[in-house]
């Protein structure tokens, strides 16, 4: 035992060593060694537990500072050591009343202590002002309590107080007050009762805002309503109080998760072990309600959007447990519900309900990453199929068919799986040839979502071609615009080649123009125009179909209204025909090498059509954007599938393109929905929202285009564009709009130095590529207002010596960024000052700053240089060393209005280089004009030459 003391000991000293020569993290590891080999409640281990907690300190560890104090404290009650160190970590954790409990403590345990004296009175004014403003805040609670419950007060005045106890709720203390004062059992009173939507919508948003990041409170709130309240609040009709239960939901699970309500934000393993119970029972409530026969639509799809939002691995990764409870058979059951067949056990479902299904069994299906898992997810549908096709009636079929296409629109894999099995195929087709109406419709759903390769295209163009054309001559126009689609979907399989003709020439055309007319007809259901809108999304492949409906401004008018409305189920139509006319998918380079060697080889090479030429493809974006699409694209956005919200950030970055168009995009709502697919989706959907984002940047005022917290929201997704995958107009785009960003604040400029901007920045500053070095050195230059950016370039490095050396570059706005940023760095720091002269070309360079035939170059370079100067005595000796006297000299002669300032500055210099004593006033009599003694020395010159 006596060993272990003294290695615990030699471990302690160690420990001491390292926190001296500030290596916190060794002498955390040091100390912990000795903690590890110390006696239980030892005096010793309460010191090595005491010296821990001070390197917790230092590494802002403060929840760690805390639970060693606590321990040591167990040991030795009332240790002055442990007891402040604990007050500090209580401090920074905004736990001032127990921060002050502890200093009182050491106060009274040693009086003479004069270090806790200013604490404790620095802690007591905080605690006095806390319990005031927590006093007002009851009173203020108290009364809107009054008011906000008290259904026979006026309804105004109930709205104004249930918005303030939403603000109030936002707050720590208020939220602490509103709980202790029974809010949730009052709100749950009022729901019963309440007919105004905004109060209702309020008193939900209160209990989300009661519970985030605040694992005991939402612990509490629970206990008291219990999730089937849960759950109930959702169930409406209303889209507003759906869309706040489901943030609300949301919201409790990412508090149990550790995950923010950003996108972005991952969840924390250990708070979700510890919350395992909680997440479990609250997911597993939300799948057995996906089938829940008595709930809205409305209710049902926003139960399967939390799903789908928690069940990736990204997430809380709940997929596989999901499966094991049977949660796909319930998917399946919504996939294959139709509105056509209401039976008294049929579940209400709204014209999305099938699309938020397919996209969540594509989410999940992304999860099984491995064998065993993907034979487990085709197993339960091959099961469900199977259970549907025992029963022979013709309702059987028919939802069988309907979920095979889900399938074929969410896990692609899966829906080919299942329609390439023995005898499914066939089932459609003689559904397709059958009289009955209804199960025309969904063969030819089913045929259209199959035909999504070239080989299953091959496959209906020999099987299912004239059952389609013999479909679309259906009196029945539900049929004949689903066949429609299929011959569109058919016709289009060569892509934008424009040599590759499935159907004779014109007969797209033809296709087009039967969409139109679908389209446009108000008469017409909105399920209709939604299949009208996909025919045009395959036909819209060929460019003569392209600049034939952008000429047709009511068929681009009911699109846009069409994407207006929200519906999911429409949204592949609409945004694929836009992406289409923007010709914003994407292309495959080819190699001229490549093409030479395709013909050699006598392969297929595709041909670009004349009309896909840029002018084409701008005056196509120029109309769209001017009869109002970004509306529809924003409606559009709030879609849960990454590959849909890709398209639709394609489409914005084809009309960001264009700067006469970013105004549009702006003031439509573009910006904001921007910033979230920015975020989170697939990697090019994020790149391409990040390069509209920059665009819009660039041209636009941030204030205007970026206003309230939206400035630093941006900062990321600008960021991620400095990155050696984006290319070069990229790179260019996102330091300009990151420079203009940089201009507006000094919270900006936190956000870009927070998020790691500044070495990103920095790195373009040695490019080869003029205008990218020149945005990075115009961005480093708006930076430099920061002083935590001063700071950096105050430190053991070679930046300001490079930013000198920018200064001889050849393109003027770099130079005039290097100079602006050098005369900041020269005003705030000495240093800076110092480290301009050990670079070894420093007067070449000072010389081209002061006699630059540009103006403003030269009135930088004085102002430089007079900041020098003042600095340091002898650095100002050694430049009057150099001949920058005489050119100083020249220029207070200059008589250029222009040049006023430069002249004054010049003055400025010689003036306090006289002071300092570095040079002498000459006598006038001696003096010789600088400008009449350079035309001497150029006459020698030439009489010399001659």
Not at 71 to 80: F, Q, Y
Not at 200 to 224: D, F, G, H
Not at 375 to 398: A, G, I, Y
Not at 483 to 498: P, T
């Amino acid at each position: 035992m006596v060993v272990h003391n003294e290695e615990a000991e030699s471990y302690k000293n160690k420990g001491n060593e390292a926190f001296k020569a500030e290596k916190y993290e060794e002498a955390i590891s040091l100390y912990s060694k000795a903690i590890n080999l110390a006696e239980q409640d030892s005096r010793d281990l309460a010191t090595y537990k005491k010296n821990r907690a001070a390197a917790y300190l230092k590494t802002k560890d403060y929840d760690k500072v805390i639970m060693d104090c606590d321990e040591a404290l167990k040991i030795v009650p009332e240790d002055p050591k442990a007891l402040f160190r604990r007050s500090q970590a209580l401090e920074c954790l905004e736990r001032y009343e127990e921060a002050y409990r502890d200093a009182k403590t050491i106060f009274t345990v040693d009086p003479n202590n004069k270090a806790i004296q200013p604490v404790l009175s620095r802690l007591h004014a905080i605690v006095q002002e806390r319990a005031r403003q927590n006093a007002q805040t009851s009173t203020k609670v108290e009364q809107m309590f009054k008011l906000a419950f008290d259904v026979r007060e006026d309804t105004e005045k109930r709205e104004k107080a249930m918005s303030n106890l939403l603000v109030l709720a936002k707050e720590s203390a208020g939220a602490d007050i509103m709980l202790k004062n029974n809010v949730i059992h009052k709100i749950q009173q009022l729901l019963k009762v309440e007919k105004n939507n905004e109060i209702y919508v309020n008193a939900i948003r209160c209990i989300s805002q009661l519970c985030k990041r605040n694992i005991e409170r939402t612990r509490a709130i629970l206990k008291i309503v219990g999730i089937p309240w849960i759950l109930e609040m959702i169930d409406n009709n209303e889209e507003e109080r759906v869309n706040a239960a489901q943030y609300c939901l949301q919201v409790i699970l990412n508090t149990f998760s550790g995950m923010d309500t950003k996108k972005d934000t991952k969840p924390d393993q250990k708070l979700c072990e510890e919350n395992k119970s909680e997440i479990e029972t609250l997911l597993t409530c939300l799948t057995y309600s996906i089938t829940n026969r008595v709930i809205t639509g409305l209710a049902r799809d926003a139960i399967m959007e939390i799903i789908m939002r928690n069940c990736h691995y990204t997430a809380i990764n709940w997929a596989e447990r999901f499966i094991e409870i049977k949660g796909l058979q319930r998917l399946l059951e919504v996939c294959s519900e139709l509105e056509e067949y209401k039976y008294e056990s049929s579940m209400n479902i709204t014209p999305s309900s099938r699309t938020i299904a397919a996209a969540c069994l594509a989410k999940i299906y992304e999860n099984m990453y491995y064998d065993e898992a993907r034979e487990r997810f085709n197993n339960q549908v091959d099961e469900f199929v199977k259970d549907k096709l025992m029963s022979p009636d013709l309702e059987s079929k028919v939802r069988v068919t309907v979920a095979i296409t889900s399938l074929l629109r969410g896990p692609l894999d899966v829906g080919n799986y299942v329609i390439s099995k023995e005898g499914i195929l066939e089932m459609i087709l003689v559904m397709a040839q059958t009289e009955d109406t209804l199960q025309q419709k969904v063969a030819c759903e089913c045929l259209v979502a199959a035909a999504s390769k070239k080989d299953k295209a091959r496959t209906i163009i020999n099987k299912g071609v004239d059952i389609l054309k013999k479909l679309y001559q259906c009196k029945n126009d539900a049929v004949r615009v689903r066949a429609l689609v299929g011959l569109c979907k058919v016709g289009s399989f060569g892509g934008d080649d424009a040599s590759i003709r499935p159907f004779a020439d014109g007969s797209t055309k033809k296709l087009a123009e039967a969409c139109k007319k679908f389209l446009v007809n108000p008469a017409k259901e909105n399920d209709i125009r939604k299949w009208a809108a996909e025919g045009l999304s395959y036909l819209t492949l060929d460019a003569d179909v392209k600049e034939k409906l952008v000429e047709d401004k009511p068929a681009l008018l009911s699109l846009i209204e069409l994407a207006k409305t929200g519906d999911q189920s429409c949204l592949y139509g609409v945004v694929t025909t836009l992406v289409n006319l923007c010709n914003a998918y994407e292309k495959q380079e080819v190699m001229p090498e490549m093409m030479e060697l395709a013909k050699f080889a006598k392969h297929h090479i595709p041909e670009q059509h004349e009309l896909d030429d840029p002018d084409f493809i701008n005056k196509r974006i120029t109309v769209l954007a001017k009869v109002g699409v970004t509306t529809g694209l924003v409606a559009l956005s709030k879609t849960e599938s990454h590959n849909s919200r890709e398209l639709i950030a394609r489409v914005f970055n084809a009309i960001c393109g264009l700067p006469e168009l970013r105004g549009i995009v702006v003031q439509q709502g573009g910006a904001k929905v921007l910033i979230p697919m920015s975020l989170e989706g697939t990697n090019k959907g994020k790149k391409q929202a990040a390069q509209a984002l920059a665009r819009i940047g660039i041209t636009i005022n941030p204030e205007v285009a970026f206003p309230g917290q939206r400035n630093l929201e941006v900062v990321r997704p600008l960021l991620a564009l400095l990155h050696p995958d984006c290319s070069a107009l990229e790179n260019f785009e996102a330091l300009m709009a990151l420079c203009n960003l940089a201009g507006m604040n000094e919270s900006t400029r936190n956000r870009i130095l927070k998020e790691g901007g500044l070495a990103k920045i920095e790195h373009y500053l040695y490019e080869d590529h003029e205008m990218i070095l020149r945005a990075a050195t115009q961005c480093v230059c708006n930076l430099l207002q920061s002083e935590e950016v001063i700071k950096t370039y105050e430190g053991s490095n070679d930046k300001t010596k490079f930013l000198y050396l920018l200064c001889q570059e050849e393109d003027l706005d770099t130079v005039m960024a290097a100079a602006g940023a050098l005369c900041i760095l020269t005003s705030a720091s000495k240093i800076c000052c110092r480290k301009l002269l050990d670079v070894q070309v420093w007067p070449e360079t000072l010389r081209c700053l002061l006699a630059n035939p540009n103006k403003e170059v030269q009135y930088r370079g004085t102002y430089m240089l007079y900041n020098i100067i003042t600095c340091d005595k002898d650095i100002a000796a050694k430049i009057f060393e150099t001949d920058i006297m005489e050119i100083l000299m020249a220029l207070t002669k200059l008589d250029d209005p222009d040049l006023k300032k430069t002249v004054e500055n010049a003055q400025k210099c010689l003036t306090a280089a006289e002071e300092l004593g570095v040079i002498r006033k000459p006598d006038a009599s001696h003096m010789v004009d600088p400008f009449q003694e350079a035309n001497i020395h150029e006459v020698d010159e030439d009489d010399n030459e001659t």
